[in-house]
């Protein structure tokens, strides 16, 4: 089950996200098992932008998400392609719900989606303040694992009914990162 932000009133707007989705394992307020491990919350979302974005919009996104990340602790990846975002988000729980609510009454994209909200154990983009990747629709698709599919509002809606899917993008970014040279998105 997914649920969507609404732009415009900065709140889901649909039934909260099932708990059985969160991937809480053992923990509990956090704390899992006996070593304390302390739990990363991350959150992956879909949306559409306002006007078709060039190369100037996007980095002006990325300069403002990865000045404030970095302050914030937090470390995610985006990727924009023929007029959807998809963005992962990962930091202590209360600072991305904050900035995803925030995020969520930017006028630069609306119809914001939530395809997946978990605990990690380990930030998977703990490297990037906010990486950027550059992608087509039809390889958004393979990573999605849908051979059949090309255009990328298809693609949402598999994620949204999926939401494992979107854990599969997830990984799939972070493998295209990790063979790219190091970069200025790189966290401190
Ligand atoms: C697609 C998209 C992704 C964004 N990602 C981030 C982000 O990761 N971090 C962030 O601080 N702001 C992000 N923003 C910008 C926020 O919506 C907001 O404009 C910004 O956080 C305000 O920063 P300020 O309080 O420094 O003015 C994003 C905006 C868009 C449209």
Redesign the pocket.
Known sequence: MARAFSAKKGRYRSAPFALSDIALGSCYQNVCGSQHQTMTYQIIYS?ESATPMQMDDLEE?LV??R???AK?G?T?A?VYVDGV?L?I?EGESPTVQQ?MA??ST?V??ETITVLKEREVPVAMFADWK?AYVSATAAQVAKWAGLSEVTAIPDVVTDMRQAPDTATRVAQSILSVLETLPVAEDKAD
Request: glycine share 4%; net charge positive; hydrophobic share 45%.
């Open positions: 949306s996104i403002q998400a000045r404030n990340n914030n937090i995610g985006l975002f963005q988000l900035l925030k995020i930017d630069r994209h906010m």
